[in-house]
């Protein structure tokens, strides 16, 4: 007989799990001063939804690891009609599989800490009635909740310039962003007062007449909070360690969570003897696979370049100054002995040994020898550190630092929240934390001093900013100067207000034809006065929208008054329930900032033929971010309005950065257009950013960019120096000369291929050897003769011979591919990227 959450109404559980035990006698001093009902839910118990029978609402109170078998559980009980709260860090220290489950199904999940104690501020949207209540606001030292679905709904905000969410609600879900029933974290009042306003969200789970623990219905709950679960004997292996160096002490992480070493990076976990599922260890497996795949990967390039002699599963002959002697030969010898623990059911020594392997492979990173393929290598320089530097000595001092670390391309804040850099002509008011000085025209001669390209980065439809008006000592509510001249031009959300809630920002309509003239003539200025290599087009959509929770953006005079004119309906008036209007709508709008990218191109190109055009993007799915942004990047790229694509792929770690970037890699709609995907560097160890760059090196990208220049340390700062040699800034520019990085690039592919066969390890036979080195090397010629005389017939012979080898490719490496598959997959993207360098270089001759 199916099981219903409605078996025992009105009993909540709560779940006490090893993350949450030292904080449990907090956990239950609070559900007491709350006066609600409750039982206690063993997590290591939990195995299906059945363990769950018999609790309508489960309380997730600080739980940062769950299993995936653990994480179906919960999907199947919520399917059924259960629904949860939770707080603090959920699941962050869980394997990427579950961390991404559990965003799904929670609709949100946790950011970042908040460094200092904020304001917590209850909102006043649709479906929150059940906030009404007293309490609910106070001083708490929590973190950012990141909504994450269509249907999420920001409940409160952390009270700053920007109000970052701080709970997030679904229809099935409450993520309260701090950890309850911690003393440091919140006072007990506020505690209880949210746990109670979550229940009547549910119904009024929990009996506040007769508050008392009770037991679980299900067999597997705990009776009492003092009862423990006996841990279950863990098999010794005979010896799996014997091969490996002593273990190095835990890689030091910044505290995001606010409780000692955490990682979202994915350097360090907190020890368990919790099992590891089959499909855990098959994810943990692929990850330290990954990871292993792309630390030979840079080793190998790297010996490529200095013919370093190299064994395969050895390090370099630089070992003497390696932390770790043959760090690839014992990641690989902790890798198997992490399968053989977990089959043994030694979990405690299994995570050690999956723990130790990375370990060995972080300490001893390729990081300080050069990787010279052609590749744009771009850096944000964000308007604090321009403001910081204030004149242009000291902004020289940042472009020597760039210049040293081999970045070729610098995307210069221009225009932030509606205030010119630079003294404009159309814009009436500059920025006034900018005197007597123009950075614009510094940075384009020092650039170019460089030997690197300066293209303006601009924010287009963002026109105001609460978080600079702070510093500016100006009202919050001022809507920016732009729109305090020119009030008609604004966008609203679908109440009417024209800040947006989530980040305190103000933007123009798409819409209005005279807000995007006034964009126009200002980026025509830019490209006219100033000699700037390229432009950037920033928040080029609208701002985040939650349509299913009630809240949409968009509704300026103009564009109401043109979408009443198209359908007779104002669009104030519909909702996603109406479905053929509502797509109108979406439509409507997306089409405005289309419309608007073909004609900003059009205008800049006829004053610069050469300019490059870019656009700062999201990654998210093109019906997702429809909806939510109206940000149609793919049309853009199609009609080849913009040369370089960069999605903002940021990660905390290298697998979630794979999983954003490589769908956009394998698009086939984007025509000749570029793609760029970049690193944010604000909370990445230094290792993980250099990991990440190497993981965009091996997949088919033009190269990559980095956020942002203020989050370069010195530490970085030379590993790049030592890495990106200064001989890296004259070498080809993709997106400027696109024949001679096809050729360049390949030149260092056939490097790798040489220093392989001249140590004996390329796993080609006789006669696929003699015909793989024909055809690599009539390829070479073509792509040489493209590069020196750039013709039609010459880019079809290159394209011609390119495709002949890459149909070929994967029969002649059929057996290096069973040896070394990662390496082979890497070599593949590469040519892959000749084939789009090829296609982007066809643009120019026409």
């Given amino acids: 007989m199916p099981f219903s959450v409605s078996a025992a109404p009105g009993v909540m559980g709560v779940v006490k799990s090893q993350t949450n035990a030292t904080q449990w006698e907090g956990i239950t001093r609070r559900l007491g001063l709350s006066g609600v009902a409750y039982c206690i839910v063993d997590l290591q118990q939990i195995r299906q939804a059945a363990d769950l029978a018999g609790t309508q609402v489960l309380f997730l109170p600080n739980v940062e690891t769950l299993s995936a078998v653990q994480v179906q559980a919960l999907q199947d009980w919520m399917g059924k009609g259960g629904r949860v709260i939770v707080s603090g860090p959920v699941g962050t220290l869980s394997q990427p599989d579950v961390r991404s489950k559990l965003r799904s199904l929670l609709g949100a999940y946790w950011g970042f800490s908040l460094q200092n104690p904020s304001t917590l501020a209850p909102t006043s949207g649709k479906n929150q009635g059940w906030m009404q209540q007293n309490g609910l606001a106070g001083i708490i030292r929590g973190g ?3 909504p994450a679905g269509l249907t999420s709904q920001t409940a409160a905000v952390w009270k700053s310039t920007e109000n970052p969410p701080a709970v997030v609600t679904t229809d099935r879900s409450v993520f309260l962003g701090w950890r309850w029933g911690v003393d440091t974290a919140s006072e007990p009042k506020l505690d209880s ?5 979550s229940l009547t969200r549910y119904g009024g789970v929990g009996d506040a007449r007769n508050p008392a623990q009770r037991n679980c219905t299900p067999p597997n709950a705990i009776a009492s909070s003092a009862s423990t679960p006996a841990k279950p004997p863990s098999p010794t292996p005979t010896n799996p360690t014997a091969a490996l160096p002593p273990a190095s002490p835990p890689f030091q992480l910044p505290d995001l969570n606010g409780d000692g070493l955490v990682a979202p990076a994915g350097l360090e976990v907190k020890p368990s003897s919790q099992p590891i599922t089959a499909s855990q260890a098959t994810a943990m497996r692929q990850e330290l696979e990954a990871l292993i795949g792309r630390f030979e990967s840079a ?18 002959t630089q070992n003497s100054k390696l932390k770790t002697p043959n760090p690839l030969s014992n990641a690989r010898i902790a890798l198997q002995n992490f399968l053989q623990l977990v089959a043994q059911k030694n979990y405690t ?6 723990l130790q392997a990375r370990r060995i492979l972080w300490d ?3 990081k300080d020898r050069p990787q010279t393929q052609p590749e744009i290598r771009a850096m944000w320089l964000d308007r604090g550190t321009i403001i910081r530097a204030g004149s242009e000595q000291q902004l020289a001092k940042i472009f020597d630092r760039l210049a040293a670390a081999g970045f070729n391309t610098v995307f210069f804040e221009t225009v932030n929240a509606g205030y010119p850099i630079y003294p404009s002509r159309v814009a009436q008011i500059k920025n006034p934390l ?7 025209a510094s940075a384009v001669k020092l ?8 293209h303006a980065w601009v924010w287009i439809f963002a026109i105001g900013n609460q978080r600079h008006n702070a510093l500016l000592n100006l009202p919050k509510e001022y809507p920016g100067p732009v729109l305090d001249l020119n009030p008609t031009w604004a966008g609203y959300d679908n109440r009417g207000r024209i800040f947006h809630l989530g980040s305190g920002k103000t933007f123009l309509d798409p819409a209005n034809p005279e807000a995007r003239r006034y964009l126009i003539q200002m980026l025509e200025e830019i490209v006219k006065n100033y000699q700037v290599d390229g432009v950037q087009f920033d928040y080029i959509r609208n701002p985040f929208q939650d349509p299913n929770a009630g809240y949409s953006f968009g509704y300026g005079t103009a564009a109401r008054q043109q979408f009443q004119q198209l359908t007779g309906v104002d669009p104030v008036k519909i909702s996603p329930k109406d479905r053929d209007l509502w797509q109108r709508w979406t439509q409507f709008r997306t089409n405005a900032i289309d419309s608007f990218v073909a004609e900003a191109s059009r205008n800049l190109r006829s004053i610069k033929s050469n300019i490059i055009l870019s656009a700062a993007v999201f990654p998210f799915p093109k019906n997702e971010r429809l909806q939510k942004l109206q940000q149609n990047w793919e049309v853009w790229a199609q009609r080849g309005d913009i040369d370089l694509l960069v999605p903002m792929t940021y990660a905390l770690d290298t697998n979630r950065l794979q999983s954003l970037t490589q769908p956009l890699l394998s698009q086939n709609q984007l025509g000749s257009t570029l793609i760029l995907p970049s690193i944010r560097l604000l909370n990445l160890p230094d290792v993980v950013a250099i990991d990440q760059i190497q993981a965009l090196r091996n997949f088919p990208a033009s190269g990559y960019a980095l956020f942002a220049a203020e989050n370069l340390n010195d530490n970085l700062q030379g590993i790049f120096r030592r890495s990106q040699s200064l001989q890296a800034i004259a070498s080809p520019l993709p997106y400027r000369q696109p024949f001679k990085a096809a050729a360049a690039r390949y030149a260092s592919l056939q490097q790798e291929w040489n220093f392989q066969e001249a140590n004996n390890q390329l796993s080609i036979k006789e006669p696929a050897l003699s015909e793989w080195r024909k055809q690599a090397d009539a390829l070479s010629k073509a792509l040489d003769q493209l590069a020196a005389n750039p013709s039609t017939n010459n880019l079809t012979m290159a394209k011609a011979l390119l ?9 002649w490496m059929q057996s290096e591919g069973l040896e070394q598959p990662y390496q082979v997959e890497v070599w593949a993207n590469r040519l892959a990227t000749l084939e789009r360098l090829l296609l982007y270089g066809e643009r120019t001759l026409k």
């Fill in 434 to 440: 900018v005197r007597r000085w123009d950075p614009l």
């Fill in 803 to 811: 495709a002949s080898f890459q149909f070929q490719f994967k029969k």
């Fill in 364 to 366: 001893n990173y390729p």
């Fill in 299 to 316: 080793q190998l390039a790297a010996n490529a370049i200095t013919g370093g002699l190299e064994n395969r599963g050895t390090s370099s």
């Fill in 144 to 146: 950012v909740i990141i």
């Fill in 447 to 454: 650039a170019h001093q460089r030997g690197m390209e300066l």
């Fill in 349 to 354: 020594g299994a995570r050690q040994q999956w």
């Fill in 193 to 197: 007062a949210w746990l109670r306003a």
